[in-house]
């Protein structure tokens, strides 16, 4: 057996540690760029506390942008162009906070300012462009997580979007992971219920994805299986009463094993077809991840049967099930919690309709899908998702 494991160099984590900010961020360098992912960040004074924290310790601050949806090619590419017309300099770092939107633009950023090879990231994205390698090391970079869900804040990729023409792949490498991961989950406390839901599920489906990935190792499916078990209790904790520390607390650790694990073994089916439900039909990524879920682990059960039987043993010790039993109820648990947190059972209920399948299934077949633990031919897919029309 021979594997890799990559992550960040540190993780701070913890409730109230948004005030060790400036400390923590000294060892990054003497000024801070900061990319935010939500406008509440700006109206509840989270960056102004941001900033704060970090004249504090004598940085300096540039308030770059703030994204409010999931990054595209020209959000990557203008706002790297204002990193190079602002100038770039010796102790400069990014800062990027907010959800995987936010924290994703930022990474991309930090990797496209220092790598000039080409003008525009679509160059650097994986079966797209012209396939360029990332060179030089990216600008340093600190992560702050505020959705509890994509763990981009421990992944070595950005996931960015075209519409014209339609595709949502990865820019991807080892040295894109932050340097620093400073995760609060106080700060979730201000995301509402339907946006913890999805994005909780989208850490939920992460977890399990890993778990049975056809690139699954021992150190991402160890943390797989403490991150689900805090989740699957905390997820309709954090749900139902966002101010609940144990519950944003639980689902920030396991949104945080999600990425540690997701940068370092595969995913499958769910994320396969997430980011093609995102592009041809608009649904929020986590959503996508939530919906399909139930029915990728079904589809997996002729060959995860014992896996999910562990996830079910470690997660419920008290229950006495069979293998088979024990698997069984690991989907009926994952439908169920859907269903409390109120996920809709059908894709049609999204709006996709009949005469989308066909460009969701050609679009479904990026580096998750190549995880997942069987083949799943075009003509299966497409009856799948017929079936959760
Ligand atoms: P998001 O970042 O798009 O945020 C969802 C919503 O939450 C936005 O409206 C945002 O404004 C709001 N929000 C964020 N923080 C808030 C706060 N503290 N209070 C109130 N509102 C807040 O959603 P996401 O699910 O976190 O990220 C999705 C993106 O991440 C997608 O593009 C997806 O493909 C990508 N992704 C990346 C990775 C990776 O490893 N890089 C993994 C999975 C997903």
């Known amino acids: 057996m021979n594997y890799d494991f990559f992550s960040p160099s540190q993780i701070s984590f913890g409730w109230g540690r948004f005030e060790e900010l400036g400390s923590l961020a000294g060892s990054l360098g003497t000024r801070g760029l900061i990319i935010s992912g939500s406008r509440s960040l700006e109206s509840n004074g989270v960056i102004e ?5 970090l004249i504090r310790s004598n940085i300096t601050s540039e308030f770059i942008t703030t994204i409010s949806h999931e990054p595209e090619v020209a959000d990557v590419d203008q706002t790297t162009n204002i990193l190079h017309h602002m100038g770039i300099r010796a102790g400069d770092f990014l800062i990027g906070i907010g959800g995987g939107s936010g924290i994703d633009l ?3 950023c930090a990797a496209m300012v220092t790598n000039q090879e080409s003008d525009t990231v679509l160059d650097y994205l994986e079966g797209v462009g012209r396939g360029l390698k990332l060179t030089q090391p990216p600008l340093p970079m600190l992560a702050i997580p505020t959705t509890a869900g994509t763990g981009s804040e421990a992944t070595k990729n950005a ?10 792949k990865s820019l991807r490498a080892d040295q894109m992971i932050p340097d620093l991961v400073l ?3 106080q700060l979730a406390c201000s995301v509402p219920p339907d ?3 999805r994005t909780g599920m989208d850490a939920i489906t992460q977890l399990l994805e890993s778990y049975i990935s056809c690139r699954a190792q021992p150190i991402p499916q160890a943390l797989c299986l403490q991150g689900l078990k805090l989740a699957v209790s905390g997820i309709t904790e954090a749900v139902e009463d966002g101010t609940s520390r144990s519950g944003r607390e639980n689902m920030a650790q396991a949104a945080l094993l ?3 694990a997701l940068a370092n073994s595969g995913l499958g089916m769910a994320h396969g077809v997430a980011p093609a439900l995102g592009i041809h039909c608009q649904i929020p990524h986590g959503l996508a991840c939530a919906v399909m879920l139930p029915a990728t682990l079904q589809a997996n059960i002729s060959v995860r049967q014992k896996e999910y039987a562990e996830i079910t043993h470690f997660i419920a010790p008290e229950l006495s099930l069979s293998e088979a039993e024990a698997a069984h109820w690991l989907i009926e648990r994952i439908q169920s919690l859907n269903d409390r947190i109120k996920i ?3 894709l049609s209920e999204l709006g996709v309709t009949q005469s989308q399948i066909p460009d969701l299934v050609a679009s479904s077949r990026g580096n998750s899908m ?3 633990p069987r083949e799943i031919s075009d003509a299966e897919l497409t009856q799948i998702l017929e079936d959760l029309l």
Do not use: E
């Open 258 to 260: 999600s990425g540690l």
């Open 370 to 372: 190549s995880g997942n």
């Open 195 to 197: 946006i913890t839901a």
């Open 183 to 185: 995760c609060d989950p």
């Open 106 to 108: 930022a990474k991309a």
């Open 159 to 168: 996931v960015i979007s075209s519409h014209a023409p339609p595709f949502k």
């Open 49 to 53: 506390k941001l900033k704060r924290q």
């Open 344 to 346: 809709p059972r059908h």
